[in-house]
């Protein structure tokens, strides 16, 4: 499998959401508006980045085979 190969992803994908989950909690439980606002912009950064370091290397991959 393509993640296998790559380490960048590898640490893209375990390393980003160990950092970023705790701190949209932090910020979230803060309790103010802009707090609780960007909390729900980290964590949709954090799934896109998750999709991305996934599908990126896959379709890469697809593209030298054809």
Do not use: D, K, T, Y
């Not at 980003?16 to 508006?33: A, E, H, Y």
């Amino acid at each position: 499998m393509v993640i296998e190969r790559n380490r960048w992803v590898r640490r893209l994908l375990v390393v980003q959401p160990v950092l970023m989950w705790p701190v949209s909690f932090v910020l979230w439980s803060g309790g103010s508006s802009l707090g609780l606002a960007a909390a729900v912009v980290l964590l949709w950064v954090s799934a896109a980045i998750c999709i991305a370091g996934i599908v990126v290397p896959m379709r890469s991959h697809q593209a030298r085979r054809c």
